[in-house]
């Protein structure tokens, strides 16, 4: 069998490291999907469908098996992504029935990696305490491939129809809430079904954070749909 991902990003912002980075992507014939200008909320309306109509149009448009996501703050670097993509191929059993991710630092200043060394020990995420994040060092120093109970969409990587057995999901706190840690929904699915994640030392990302808790000012774009 011939496998292939594409890439789907959460594209609500310009950021404009982020997005010359997808040049070098683009450089190795990855097809990229955006989903352009939605709120987590809206994503995650009607059971994913603007998410699970992403997964389709790599499916149908490009012959994709596999599909990674990443936020639009992340640069995957291309040997992460080859790294990422070829250990979502290696056939652990019959049906492919894990998780890959790569990794990241919390922002730009922390010594912290967005993984969680331990099951994640709330329904929704409260702070710090919901997490076991590693360091670099120990992320470094550590396996080749890294049991996390924690994936934060830097790379993540499954076959398509794995992603639809878990569609996009978030947590919101009111009727007008744009959504949030659509991560750590996926994550604790992922947990209570004991799917593994496998995180592979060797698929560092950066992520384009200040400080954790802020939001960076990047301009939102313009238009909402799914685009190439």
């Known amino acids: 069998m ?22 070098h992507l683009k450089s190795l014939d990855v097809p990229i999907v955006r989903i352009h200008g939605y709120t987590e909320t809206e994503i995650a309306a009607q059971d994913g469908a603007i998410f699970s109509e992403a997964l389709d149009h790599l499916r149908t448009r490009h012959s994709c098996t596999h599909a990674a996501t990443t936020s639009d703050d992340c640069i995957i670097p291309p040997d992460s992504f080859r790294a990422i993509t070829q250990h979502s191929y290696h056939e652990r059993d019959a049906e492919f029935e894990f998780f890959t991710s790569g990794w990241a630092n919390m922002d730009e200043t922390s010594d912290l990696a967005g993984l969680s060394d331990s099951p994640l020990p709330h329904e929704r995420p409260l702070g710090p305490e919901s997490y076991d994040f590693p360091t670099w060092r120990d992320v470094l120093a550590g396996p080749a491939v890294r049991k996390t109970y924690f994936t934060g969409f830097v790379g993540t990587c499954a076959p398509i129809q794995l992603w639809h057995r878990y569609p996009f999901r978030c947590f919101s706190d009111h009727p007008q809430d744009p959504g949030y840690a659509s991560d750590y929904h996926l994550s604790r699915r992922l947990q209570a079904d004991n799917l593994p994640i496998d995180a592979l030392r060797a698929a560092f990302c950066l992520h384009l954070k200040t400080a954790t808790g802020t939001l960076d000012p990047y301009p939102l ?6 685009f190439e």
């Open 2 to 23: 011939i496998f292939k991902t594409g890439l789907i990003v959460l594209n609500p912002r310009i950021v404009p490291k982020f997005e010359e980075s997808l040049k």
């Open 221 to 226: 774009v313009t238009g909402r749909g799914i």
